[in-house]
């Protein structure tokens, strides 16, 4: 089993940043691929960015390419988000998961587990 609690979510202006955190329980360390996602209201979950068990294969949806960066402590079993020149289409429930499959998906079936999730919201 394994636990997950995002933070660091809120509300800021288009333009500004936030940094958001994926803390994990249970078995963790570098068992799992990680991922974040997000759902805004009326919409469908959409994949955010992943990132490998060591750290070394990034993955970004192409919304997001070069204003996110994911990130992993494995030491600290904490999975980072740091968000910058945010957009108010950026406003959504983001959430954690975690994925055993070594293969890439964007696919949030592919997830085993998942966090309760952290709203963003950036306004214009």
């Known amino acids: 089993q394994v636990q997950l609690v995002e933070s660091g979510g809120g509300l800021v202006q288009a333009g500004g940043s936030l940094r958001l955190s994926c803390a994990a329980s249970g078995r963790t360390g570098s068992t799992y691929a990680m991922g974040w996602f997000r759902q805004a209201p009326g919409k469908e979950r959409e994949f955010v960015a992943r990132?490998?068990?060591?750290?070394?294969?990034?993955y970004y949806a192409d919304s997001v390419k070069g204003r996110f960066t994911i990130s992993r402590d494995n030491a600290e079993n904490t999975v980072y988000l740091q968000m910058n020149s945010l957009k108010p289409e950026d406003t959504a429930v983001y959430s954690c998961?975690?994925?055993?499959?070594?293969?890439?998906?964007?696919?949030?079936?592919?997830?085993?587990?998942w966090g309760q999730g952290t709203q963003v919201t950036v306004s214009s």
């Open positions: 998961a975690a994925d055993r499959h070594t293969y890439y998906s964007s696919i949030p079936s592919s997830y085993e587990y």
């Open positions: 990132i490998s068990r060591s750290g070394g294969g990034l």
